[in-house]
């Protein structure tokens, strides 16, 4: 087994019927290749919006069995996540704050797996192949607020890396965040 990962830079260059394999029937549409190539043709992402396609695609023996929408953000324009106070600090400190890597769907709040698994694969052991040190916690809160409570999301979290131990766990909701933004 040869597990390999891959950025790239059109959705289109992965097969269609490939990346919409890994999308759960309750996924939303926007993690879709349809849609996403549409973002890149009509040029709403890109260079000029600061929204460039950095998509993340495992490959086992050249068949895709994961993959990330990603983006390498060089502004927080069209984000829900209004993060321009961490940009802020982050420049006071003398600290690079862009580019920065975001697994998203550009200019939408809707919620929903960023991170897509083939349905014969067990999903702790594709999360656990990025390996803790290169996963932190996120949310878009307070945007869920509108369909969930803060206990809830933190329970769905943590449900989510139930399989994983101790250590990867603490990864997952301290020490990556604290190593990645210096604190």
């Keep these: 087994m040869t597990l390999e990962l891959r950025i790239v830079e059109r959705v289109s260059t992965v097969p269609a019927e490939e990346w919409n394999a890994l999308v759960r029937d309750d996924a939303s549409p926007f993690v879709e290749h349809t849609w996403l190539d549409c973002l890149e043709e009509a040029g ?6 600061g929204w460039l396609p950095h998509h993340l695609v495992l490959y086992e023996d050249d068949k895709v069995v994961a993959a990330a929408p990603a983006y390498l953000k060089t502004n927080s324009e069209g984000e829900f996540i209004f993060d321009w106070s961490w940009a802020d600090l982050a420049s006071r400190l003398g600290l690079p704050y862009y580019p920065k890597l975001v697994l998203a769907v550009p200019f939408t709040p809707a919620t929903g797996h960023r991170v897509l698994w083939h349905p014969s694969r067990d999903r702790a052991e594709t999360v656990a192949i990025f390996g803790p040190k290169r996963c932190l916690y996120g949310s878009n809160f307070p945007i869920e607020k509108l369909w969930t409570d803060y206990a809830s999301l933190i329970g769905a ?5 139930a399989p994983l131990s101790a250590a990867a766990q603490k990864a997952i909701f301290h020490d990556t965040a604290r190593r990645v933004y210096r604190l």
């Design 44 to 49: 709403c992402v890109g260079e000029k919006s």
């Design 157 to 161: 979290f943590r449900d989510a890396a």
